[in-house]
């Protein structure tokens, strides 16, 4: 059963637009919500990630947004540009499990230029 | 640093074989994950380990086996393998479990046939 479910899993958005991601979790354990980053042939790299007590954490282009009640997070990025080209994966976990991720399908972005 | 390494890049195994991935980080992290990545499916764990000596089963641990006997390498042993085992493998670590990024390293895309 897929803990995080992520979606859209695909976008394509132009040179300057905004990218809008967006997950979903059931279990209310998870405490930990990072962003991960994956060019073709790499393994996946940390973008950006968040705790529930705070609803919203920005880092450049890139922003989370937390709604503990919908039980759900996204990901935005703004002037997003042709080299975020990338498969994003949200992900989810607690401490209880060592920090092991799960994570959602991930979303293969394209950005035109 | 050379972060975490992973050896071989890629392997064809025929069915009933065995063989072993590598994996070795050089940051002194005690947290490493063995995580399988499948077109589509996003990644999912297979085990994990909080220190030497010390494993646990994540999400898809049938038909492997892992040791930790030192900080530094965390292999993953394939027995019998089989083609559902057909997957590009990652493994990462983590420096303890108040630090959360977990760092990735390149990845073996195994194919059994």
């Known amino acids: 059963q897929q803990q995080v479910k992520q979606s859209p899993q695909s976008l394509i958005v132009q040179k300057g637009g905004i990218s809008i991601i967006n997950c979903a979790y059931e279990n209310t354990a998870f405490d930990y919500f990072p962003w991960y980053q994956q060019f073709p042939g790499k393994g996946p790299a940390l973008l950006i990630a968040i705790r529930p007590d705070v609803s919203e954490k920005k880092e450049g282009r890139f922003t989370i947004s937390f709604n503990k009640s919908a039980k759900q997070f996204s990901l935005h990025i703004m002037d997003s540009q042709p080299g975020d080209s990338a498969t994003y994966f949200c992900?989810?976990?607690?401490?209880?499990?060592?920090?092991?991720?799960?994570f959602g399908k991930g979303t293969s972005l394209l950005v035109t230029p | 640093n050379a972060g975490v390494t992973q050896t071989p890049k890629f392997r064809i195994l025929k069915i009933g074989q065995s063989m072993t991935l590598q994996c070795t980080q050089d940051?002194?992290?005690?947290?490493m994950y063995w995580y399988r990545q499948d077109p589509g499916m996003g990644l999912k764990l297979i085990y994990y380990?909080?220190?030497?000596?010390?494993?646990d089963k994540g999400e898809v641990p049938n038909g492997y086996n892992v040791s930790r006997s030192t900080t530094e390498d965390f292999p993953l042993r394939l027995e019998l393998a089989a083609p559902s085992q057909t997957s590009v493998y990652f493994c990462?670590?983590?420096?303890?479990?108040?630090?959360?990024?977990?760092?990735f390293g390149p990845g073996t895309r195994l194919t059994v046939l």
């Open positions: 990462a670590s983590s420096r303890d479990r108040n630090t959360d990024t977990q760092y």
């Open positions: 940051m002194n992290h005690n947290y």
């Open positions: 380990s909080v220190g030497a000596g010390i494993t």
């Open positions: 992900a989810a976990s607690f401490s209880n499990s060592g920090y092991a991720l799960n």
